[in-house]
């Protein structure tokens, strides 16, 4: 099993940022992927950004450029700063951690509770 906590969501205005953080324990293995999902109201739950364990990061098109994940300090960490933000950022973000064997098949997927970020125009 493993155990994921958010932190730092809220609100902020539009153009401002906001970083947020994910601390995870128990079970992970060295061949693990960690990343960021949002669920707006209304809609299915979408890919933000993840990063493998080897620090190698992807991005939804419609956050290029503005947020920037990373893994900083211990593997077990994981952080999403989100800069330039927008009405339509808003959502509930998840934290999500999955394992993998060595062929990068997935062995597990893990979700943190969410974290509330809300964009006023």
């Known amino acids: 099993q493993v155990q994921l906590v958010e932190s730092g969501g809220g609100v902020v205005q539009s153009g401002g940022s906001l970083r947020l953080s994910c601390a995870a324990s128990?079970?992970?293995?060295?061949?693990?992927?960690m990343g960021w999902y949002r669920q707006a109201l209304g809609k299915q739950r979408e890919l933000v950004a993840i990063?493998?364990?080897?620090?190698?990061?992807t991005y939804d098109d419609s956050v290029k450029g503005r947020f920037t994940i990373s893994r900083p300090g211990t593997e077990d960490t994981l952080q999403l700063q989100m800069n330039s933000l927008k009405p339509e950022d808003t959502a509930v973000y998840y934290c999500?951690?999955?394992?993998?064997?060595?062929?990068?098949?997935?062995?597990?997927?893990?979700w943190g509770q969410g974290t509330q970020v809300t964009v006023s125009s």
């Open positions: 999500n951690a999955r394992n993998q064997d060595p062929r990068n098949k997935p062995l597990d997927y893990f």
């Open positions: 128990g079970n992970i293995m060295n061949n693990n992927i």
């Open positions: 990063i493998t364990s080897y620090k190698y990061p």
